[in-house]
């Protein structure tokens, strides 16, 4: 066990799972090279992250394929790897490059096992950035996980910490569903305890970071630091928080949302998506629905504006959730009052 | 007059820890207390327990406010009696907090010891090792499921005067997971060559549960090198064990199911933290972990009942033996301690569950010294 980052925990995980099994390969854009390469190093950089540094040296050409700027043919090879035996982790870079793909996945990928009668396996993996935070426009910065939670035959996975993600990311390869795996860009650099040791934490199986007995808040990928930072800042003036990381939109481990919400009454979202149609109105729903009757206090969803995200930095601060908002967003709840009498 | 004040400082109960949080004081400002009273519950990141006074005297200040994190050493309140003026006791809290923020740093490091991977025929053991000195060394040897952490409130005391070895067993904690045949016979054979490796002709072993089991074992195979037995609340000695746990212990994957497995450990349940049952659901995420446990189940408990009878061993060891069993436990009978030659010494913890080491660390911690000293 040691301190490993975001980035060096999903390094792990891919250099583990090519260790054990040969049918896992890498194909993705500057994979190999990237940024920083000159000629005669292949494996200067390893993405334009780093991410997959070092796995090109250590597994060659036969393994980690890099690729041309052509996300529907890559992607495309991906999917059809994975319908033919072999386990490809293909990585998209940004999430927001999925408009160019998105037949392979959705159509194809997505489909196989239900058309096919139950007989096809696609064990692939789609690693891609997402997120805000990092400057780098509206073209990629997106959190485009509710795009995909939206399509049936799809898995979703978006880990909060390094070492959510290597077990996630573990669980993802092993998968014979195709997954999709998103890394916040701005936490490449978190770290935390990593049992070196390979290690896998079951899909659709929420992970409750804090436990109290007066909101509920549920937050996804990065949104769980801050909902935990609102959290042990609350706790200081007596409000306790129940804080929900579901680990994957698909599967939805819809039992301990509920179970929650009917311990605490009330609820609070955070999600870094676009707010129309994502994880907070999905959540909203489902709790309206299932568990009505426990609610004190109205539903409510910490998240951005519903615009693009913006490039200039005071803007896209002023875009996405904080700590201070979901904190304030709790406290409104906790002070809610009934105004009419119950009929 | 400084030498009639005397400093409550921020225990460290484990090697492992760094700081503790102030769960709440049980004595208020100006109460007197005894020598070994309880007067703080202390909460790390794995457990609570009870912070027993050094010295007797009157609770002249609360430092430490309840709901506060501080570091091993930092100063927690003040003992002393009446007749010491508050002047004496504000200079005295000055010179401590600058002493302590000067030197804090590197008494921490000093003491702090990290486990290390030692390599035994082909596997790796993750051992922890605390303390130097010329008495006979000790080795700890955990139960099903725990790892050297179990050990966290007891070696840095037993370490005073000698070299103490606590390691995760195969299976457990960061060892390999290969458990071989899975028996207590198998593990004391991986235990010797520990010994072996580390250069330890002989040791005081103190086993607990499983590890009992596998320290009578080592007293079996390798008499020579067990200078006596400390077991709490061993395997071997009966057939019963409660199989809700064992199986409880493999299957259950989540907190909510883990919780209750857990709790047959304990008398007092709230030690169950949430940190220990996280860090026993990540162990169990390992690849290999609970096939490893259920290799070992399946060899140690099979049809539910223990395999190995072991009492024989006990009765006829050479050297000195003793036994230290919670009166509560809830998974092996403490009944299994009866009938055995007078010779073997037989505590009793009453309000005591399966993990006296932890619950009654302070307990365990004198009948083993009283024993090997």
Same mark, same amino acid.
């Given at each position: 066990?040691?301190?490993?980052?975001?980035?060096?925990?999903?390094?792990?995980?891919?250099?583990?799972?090519?260790?054990?099994?040969?049918?896992?390969?890498?194909?993705?854009?500057?994979?190999?090279?990237?940024?920083?390469?000159?000629?005669?190093?292949?494996?200067?950089?390893?993405?334009?992250?780093?991410?997959?540094?070092?796995?090109?040296?250590?597994?060659?050409?036969?393994?980690?394929?890099?690729?041309?700027?052509?996300?529907?043919?890559?992607?495309?090879?991906?999917?059809?790897?994975?319908?033919?035996?072999?386990?490809?982790?293909?990585?998209?870079?940004?999430?927001?490059?999925?408009?160019?793909?998105?037949?392979?996945?959705?159509?194809?990928?997505?489909?196989?096992?239900?058309?096919?009668?139950?007989?096809?396996?696609?064990?692939?993996?789609?690693?891609?950035?997402?997120?805000?935070?990092?400057?780098?426009?509206?073209?990629?910065?997106?959190?485009?996980?509710?795009?995909?939670?939206?399509?049936?035959?799809?898995?979703?996975?978006?880990?909060?910490?390094?070492?959510?993600?290597?077990?996630?990311?573990?669980?993802?390869?092993?998968?014979?569903?195709?997954?999709?795996? /998103?890394?916040?860009?701005?936490?490449?650099?978190?770290?935390?305890?990593?049992?070196?040791?390979?290690?896998?934490?079951?899909?659709?199986?929420?992970?409750?970071?804090?436990?109290?007995?007066?909101?509920?808040?549920?937050?996804?990928?990065?949104?769980?630091?801050?909902?935990?930072?609102?959290?042990?800042?609350?706790?200081?003036?007596?409000?306790?928080?129940?804080?929900?990381?579901?680990?994957?939109?698909?599967?939805?481990?819809?039992?301990?949302? /509920?179970?929650?919400?009917?311990?605490?009454?009330?609820?609070?979202?955070?999600?870094?998506?676009?707010?129309?149609?994502?994880?907070?109105?999905?959540?909203?729903?489902?709790?309206?629905?299932?568990?009505?009757?426990?609610?004190?206090?109205?539903?409510?969803?910490?998240?951005?504006?519903?615009?693009?995200?913006?490039?200039?930095?005071?803007?896209?601060?002023?875009?996405?959730?904080?700590?201070?908002?979901?904190?304030?967003?709790?406290?409104?709840?906790?002070?809610?009052?009934?105004?009419?009498?119950?009929? | 007059?400084?030498?009639?004040?005397?400093?409550?400082?921020?225990?460290?109960?484990?090697?492992?820890?760094?700081?503790?949080?102030?769960?709440?004081?049980?004595?208020?400002?100006?109460?007197?207390?005894?020598?070994?009273?309880?007067?703080?519950?202390?909460?790390?990141?794995?457990?609570?327990?009870?912070?027993?006074?050094?010295?007797?005297?009157?609770?002249?200040?609360?430092?430490?406010?309840?709901?506060?994190?501080?570091?091993?050493?930092?100063?927690?309140?003040?003992?002393?009696?009446?007749?010491?003026?508050?002047?004496?006791?504000?200079?005295?809290?000055?010179?401590?907090?600058?002493?302590?923020?000067?030197?804090?740093?590197?008494?921490?490091?000093?003491?702090?010891? =990290?486990?290390?991977?030692?390599?035994?025929?082909?596997?790796?053991?993750?051992?922890?090792?605390?303390?130097?000195?010329?008495?006979?060394?000790?080795?700890?040897?955990? !139960?099903?499921?725990?790892?050297?952490?179990?050990?966290?409130?007891?070696?840095?005391?037993?370490?005073?005067?000698?070299?103490?070895?606590?390691?995760?067993?195969?299976?457990?904690?960061?060892?390999?997971?290969?458990?071989?045949?899975?028996?207590?016979?198998?593990?004391?054979?991986?235990?010797?060559?520990?010994?072996?490796?580390?250069?330890?002709?002989?040791?005081?072993?103190?086993?607990?549960?499983?590890? !009992?089991?596998?320290?009578?074992?080592?007293?079996?195979? +390798?008499?020579?090198?067990?200078?006596?037995?400390?077991?709490?609340?061993?395997?071997?000695?009966?057939?019963?064990?409660?199989?809700?746990?064992?199986?409880?212990?493999?299957?259950?994957?989540?907190?909510?199911?883990?919780?209750?497995?857990?709790?047959?450990?304990?008398? =007092?349940?709230?030690?169950?933290?949430?940190?220990?049952?996280?860090?026993?659901?990540?162990?169990?995420?390992?690849?290999?972990?609970?096939?490893?446990?259920?290799?070992?189940?399946?060899?140690?408990?099979?049809?539910?009942?223990?395999?190995?009878?072991?009492?024989?061993?006990?009765?006829? +060891?050479?050297?000195?033996?003793?036994?230290?069993?919670?009166? =509560?436990?809830?998974?092996?009978?403490?009944?299994?301690?009866?009938?055995?030659?007078?010779?073997?010494?037989?505590?009793?913890?009453?309000?005591?569950?399966?993990?006296?080491?932890?619950?009654?660390?302070?307990?365990?911690?004198?009948?083993?010294?009283?024993?090997?000293?």
């Amino acid at each position: 066990m040691s301190k490993k980052s975001f980035r060096q925990a999903i390094n792990e995980a891919l250099r583990q799972e090519m260790q054990r099994d040969p049918r896992v390969v890498l194909i993705g854009e500057d994979i190999a090279g990237g940024q920083g390469g000159t000629a005669g190093i292949v494996d200067a950089w390893g993405g334009v992250l780093g991410v997959t540094k070092g796995l090109y040296t250590e597994f060659g050409a036969e393994r980690v394929f890099d690729t041309p700027i052509s996300e529907a043919s890559y992607i495309g090879a991906a999917v059809g790897a994975a319908a033919t035996g072999l386990r490809p982790v293909a990585e998209l870079m940004f999430v927001d490059f999925v408009g160019s793909c998105l037949d392979q996945i959705m159509n194809q990928a997505a489909k196989f096992r239900y058309m096919f009668g139950g007989k096809a396996r696609t064990p692939l993996v789609i690693r891609a950035m997402y997120g805000a935070g990092f400057n780098a426009a509206a073209q990629h910065s997106q959190a485009l996980y509710p795009l995909f939670t939206h399509i049936p035959g799809l898995k979703v996975v978006v880990p909060s910490s390094p070492y959510e993600a290597k077990g996630l990311l573990i669980e993802a390869i092993r998968d014979d569903d195709p997954v999709i795996f /998103l890394e916040n860009k701005v936490m490449y650099d978190d770290e935390e305890d990593v049992p070196d040791e390979p290690y896998s934490i079951p899909f659709g199986e929420a992970n409750l970071t804090r436990e109290g007995d007066d909101v509920t808040i549920v937050a996804f990928g990065r949104m769980v630091n801050f909902a935990n930072e609102a959290a042990d800042r609350l706790e200081k003036d007596g409000i306790s928080c129940t804080v929900i990381d579901p680990r994957t939109t698909s599967p939805l481990d819809a039992a301990t949302i /509920l179970e929650c919400v009917e311990d605490t009454g009330r609820l609070v979202i955070v999600d870094e998506s676009s707010p129309r149609c994502n994880m907070a109105t999905d959540v909203a729903a489902l709790v309206a629905e299932e568990a009505f009757d426990a609610l004190k206090a109205p539903i409510r969803r910490v998240g951005p504006p519903h615009t693009p995200v913006p490039f200039a930095t005071v803007l896209e601060k002023l875009y996405l959730p904080d700590a201070a908002r979901i904190e304030s967003a709790v406290r409104s709840v906790m002070a809610y009052k009934k105004t009419k009498q119950d009929a | 007059m400084t030498d009639l004040i005397t400093p409550i400082t921020m225990p460290k109960f484990g090697l492992a820890m760094t700081e503790g949080k102030i769960a709440g004081w049980n004595i208020a400002p100006g109460a007197h207390v005894d020598a070994g009273q309880e007067i703080a519950d202390i909460e790390t990141t794995k457990i609570t327990n009870g912070y027993e006074s050094p010295a007797a005297g009157t609770l002249r200040r609360q430092i430490a406010e309840e709901g506060e994190t501080l570091p091993v050493g930092a100063l927690l309140g003040i003992l002393a009696e009446p007749a010491v003026s508050d002047a004496e006791i504000d200079a005295f809290i000055a010179k401590f907090q600058a002493d302590f923020s000067s030197d804090s740093a590197t008494t921490t490091q000093a003491e702090h010891a =990290d486990p290390f991977m030692v390599n035994v025929g082909d596997l790796t053991l993750r051992v922890q090792e605390a303390g130097q000195g010329a008495e006979t060394p000790l080795l700890f040897i955990h !139960g099903f499921g725990g790892d050297l952490s179990n050990w966290m409130l007891n070696q840095t005391t037993l370490s005073a005067t000698r070299r103490t070895i606590a390691f995760d067993l195969p299976g457990h904690g960061g060892s390999s997971k290969n458990v071989g045949e899975g028996k207590p016979a198998t593990f004391a054979v991986t235990a010797a060559a520990l010994l072996d490796k580390l250069d330890i002709s002989k040791a005081h072993v103190v086993g607990h549960s499983l590890g !009992g089991a596998i320290a009578l074992e080592l007293a079996k195979a +390798f008499p020579q090198k067990v200078a006596s037995l400390s077991l709490i609340a061993p395997a071997g000695l009966g057939r019963d064990i409660n199989m809700a746990f064992i199986d409880g212990f493999i299957t259950a994957d989540r907190r909510k199911t883990l919780e209750p497995v857990l709790n047959y450990l304990v008398h =007092d349940k709230t030690l169950i933290s949430r940190k220990m049952i996280e860090d026993i659901i990540r162990f169990k995420r390992l690849d290999g972990a609970v096939l490893g446990l259920q290799n070992i189940a399946a060899a140690c408990f099979p049809n539910g009942q223990q395999a190995d009878d072991l009492r024989p061993v006990l009765v006829s +060891f050479d050297g000195p033996a003793q036994i230290i069993w919670g009166a =509560d436990d809830e998974i092996l009978s403490p009944n299994s301690a009866k009938d055995l030659p007078a010779t073997i010494k037989v505590t009793l913890l009453p309000q005591t569950g399966h993990m006296p080491q932890l619950e009654k660390a302070a307990d365990v911690n004198a009948a083993i010294t009283a024993f090997i000293d």
